[in-house]
């Protein structure tokens, strides 16, 4: 995952203009390795760079569960407010499909203590 991870920075670090797409890959191999205010700032970026919509609300459920995993319960729902409500990452390649509604209920399981 390290050399992925070096790869992904410079791809990041040569391309010519900011691309979304380059902070998305980067920002997953994050997430999978629980460096969560680094996955949460690259998935800002993807936020941030992505003029045509591609990516949707992808990187704010991602954000969510940055939070949640931060134990930031508050962001958390922050993030789950730019996620419309129908929005659901479908799942493929035997992943899981998911919604603001996991993180959500995540949240208040937290919340009330479990």
Not at 10 to 26: G, K
Not at 59 to 86: I, K, N
Request: hydrophobic share 40%; proline share 5%; charged share 30%.
């Amino acid at each position: 995952m390290d050399e992925a991870l070096a790869d992904q920075d410079t791809c990041i670090r040569l391309d010519r203009a900011p691309n979304a797409a380059h902070y998305a890959a980067r920002a997953r191999l994050l997430k999978g390795l629980k460096r969560w205010p680094q996955a949460l700032a690259d998935w800002q970026n993807v936020a941030d760079l992505d003029h045509t919509h591609w990516f949707g609300p992808y990187p704010h459920l991602m954000r969510a569960e940055c939070f949640l995993a931060l134990g930031d319960l508050d962001a958390a729902e922050a993030e789950c407010d730019l996620v419309p409500d129908d929005y659901t990452f479908p799942g493929f390649m035997g992943k899981t499909k998911g919604s603001k509604w996991e993180v959500l209920d995540a949240v208040a399981t937290r919340r009330r203590g479990r």
